[in-house]
């Protein structure tokens, strides 16, 4: 490797990291508990400005300490590590009153490979909470095209519930299709809405359909276009 001798490479196909933290925290607060693989790095950022960093130890918790929160936002939070995808969030700093419900987890079902490829229905199953201190009445949630993509199509693009009690969860199922002529490594966004009757937000996912990775020792090379 030649260059920047701090650039962390990837050995393979990199991983989730294994993530647990509070999507909420009060107004006042003065640190934070994360959970993640042992020796990642974590950063969490306030309108660009830095509010504290470290790594996980090998416990798989870190507690980043910051100067107290006096207003409410958003908490940007960023989490790396060696062969594992990089991680990005917000955490929400609020005193909600009332219902506040937010998307506390997002699973991506990508088979038994664990990637996106071509001709691939992923199922995405969403964790809903309501962080507030009332019940939500309707809640719904929709996936959407960024812009319009030839190579992604929507399958389900929305669910919703109905009376989320204050502190319960619930699953919402959406899914999409990648056409079975995307290219290798093709990279697309789409983006999660979330509605309800007290509150509104929305999030981004990055994804790839996965590189072609083949073998001379092994494979027969049958899924390049030789031309």
Do not use: C, K
Not at 129 to 143: A, D, R, T
Not at 163 to 189: I, Y
């Amino acid at each position: 490797l030649m260059g920047d001798p701090s650039l962390s490479t990837y050995f393979g196909i990199p991983s989730e990291n294994n993530m647990s933290y509070d999507l909420f925290v009060p107004v006042g607060s003065e640190a934070i508990e994360i959970q993640a693989n042992p020796h990642s790095y974590v950063g969490i950022t306030q309108n660009g400005s830095l509010l504290g960093s470290g790594t996980v130890d090998e416990s798989g918790f870190i507690v980043i300490v910051f100067n107290e929160l006096a207003e409410p936002g958003i908490l940007d939070l960023v989490v790396t590590a060696q062969n594992t995808q990089p991680y990005f969030a917000e955490i929400l700093v609020a005193s909600p009153d009332g219902a506040y419900v937010t998307v506390t987890n997002i699973d991506l079902d990508y088979g038994t490979d664990n990637i996106i490829t071509s001709g691939e229905t992923v199922n995405l199953t969403l964790t809903l909470e309501n962080l507030g201190n009332e019940s939500s009445s309707y809640v719904e949630v929709s996936l959407v095209e960024l812009i319009d993509n030839p190579y992604i199509n929507i399958i389900n693009g929305s669910d919703s519930i109905t009376n989320l009690s204050d502190g319960s969860t619930a699953f919402l199922d959406l899914s999409f299709n990648v056409s079975n002529s995307v290219p290798f490594g093709h990279t697309f966004a789409l983006e999660l809405v979330l509605d309800s009757n007290e509150n509104n937000s929305s999030s981004t996912l990055n994804l790839t359909v996965g590189a072609l990775v083949e073998s001379f020792e092994n494979a027969n090379f049958s899924d390049v276009n030789w031309e």
